[in-house]
Nanobody
Framework: QVQLVESGGGAAQPGGSLRLSCALS????????MTWFRQTPGKDREGVAA???????TVADSVKGRFVISQDYSTNTMLLQMNNLTQEDTAQYFC?????????????????????????WGQGTQVTVSS
């Protein structure tokens, strides 16, 4: 099993920055990809940024140029540096982990931001951007 614990959420002003962390424990060898999703009330979870075991990353167009995803392999912690925040970034942010899929490269290209693909989820952390 895999456990995920997010931290680092909170309040920020427009234009500000926050850094989210997701600590993975358990059977880390079974995990192929870790991804940040976010959700606002009444909407589906939206993929924000992902990183796979090859170190390849992808970010959603809505955050491109502002958010950076990285991973500290020594501590099994995924990081999301969020810069130039806007009110539209206000959401509950979730960390998710995906076990090795068949056709991993194609999966990463086509399905990485499909939330239903993920087996493990953290409890979420709130990010609120307001002036």
């Amino acid at each position: 099993q895999v456990q995920l614990v997010e931290s680092g959420g909170g309040a920020a002003q427009p234009g500000g920055s926050l850094r989210l962390s997701c600590a993975l424990s358990g059977n880390s060898d079974s995990v192929y990809c870790m991804t940040w999703f976010r959700q606002t009330p009444g909407k589906d979870r939206e993929g924000v940024a992902a990183i796979n075991n090859d170190g390849a990353t992808t970010v959603a167009d809505s955050v491109k140029g502002r958010f950076v995803i990285s991973q500290d392999y020594s501590t099994n912690t995924m990081l999301l540096q969020m810069n130039n925040l806007t009110q539209e970034d206000t959401a509950q942010y979730f960390c998710a982990a995906k076990k090795w899929p068949s056709g991993a490269r194609s999966w990463f290209r086509l399905l990485v931001f499909h939330w239903a693909q993920y087996e493990f989820w953290g409890q979420g952390t709130q990010v609120t951007v307001s002036s």
